[in-house]
């Protein structure tokens, strides 16, 4: 059975701390994407990455950085967290074709 | 690049009544076309899919949407709605190879009025 997986389903962190958010999955895939959903806005593409090592800027990359280091984990990073970052971050991975994408479980983010 | 337009914040309408809910997208390369669902409080869920082939593309749940290239729309309709399809649905487009982006719509909220 298809797996992605993320670190965290809740996480409350202060102003000013570095975050880690990881995504892990299982099915090989090259391509794997990092959103944020807000109400109203939908989901917006915050990093992708399509191989070991290589990142990609989305729409609203600010803020964030990510790594790659591993085929199958990919992580998002709040270098120094902001309430302006509180949100659900999902994990969506895909395979090359593209035409396929399985989502995580999300991570609901509070920054105090 | 691609972007997508999700033409409706919001689509009240009455139950068994027929529904559209409007998506357009630009993109520079071809693309594969996506429709999900979320339910409240859940995870999203695949409706429907354009790969290839025939434009009219069917999905779960009586949901159908037409692809239309010369319009760059991808418009999901269902001739009879229930109480059970509140949700909030979400276009997406991707390019197919490598390196390319999977763009999300901002979302259309669906309330269905008994």
């Known amino acids: 059975d298809v797996k992605v997986t993320q670190s965290s389903r809740y996480l409350v962190k202060r102003t000013g701390e570095k975050v880690f958010l990881e995504c892990v999955q299982d099915?090989?895939?090259?391509?794997m994407f990092w959103y944020r959903q807000d109400p109203g806005l939908g989901l917006r593409l915050i990093y992708f990455?399509?191989?070991?090592?290589?990142?990609e800027k989305g729409d609203i990359p600010e803020g964030y950085s990510v790594s790659r280091e591993k085929k199958e984990r990919f992580s998002l990073i709040l270098e120094s967290a902001s309430t302006n970052q509180t949100s659900m971050y999902l994990c969506?991975?895909?395979?090359?074709?593209?035409?396929?994408?399985?989502f995580g479980p999300g991570t609901r983010l509070t920054v105090l | 690049a691609q972007s997508v337009t999700q033409l409706d914040s919001q689509v009240p309408v009455f139950e068994e009544a027929p529904v559209e809910l409007r998506c357009n997208y630009s993109s520079s390369v071809s693309v594969y076309l996506f429709w999900y669902v979320q339910y409240p409080n859940q995870g999203l869920q695949l409706l429907l899919k354009y790969l290839s082939g025939s434009t009219l593309v069917k999905g779960i749940n009586g949901f159908e949407a037409e692809f239309n290239k010369s319009q760059t729309s991808f418009h999901l309709r269902k001739p009879s709605v229930h109480i059970s399809d509140t949700a909030e649905y979400f276009c997406?487009?991707?390019?197919?190879?490598?390196?390319?982006?999977?763009?999300f719509g901002q979302g259309t909220r669906l309330t269905i009025n008994p």
């Open positions: 997406a487009v991707s390019g197919y190879g490598r390196a390319q982006k999977l763009v």
């Open positions: 969506v991975t895909a395979g090359l074709a593209g035409n396929e994408q399985f």
């Open positions: 990455s399509y191989d070991v090592k290589m990142k």
């Open positions: 099915m090989d895939h090259e391509n």
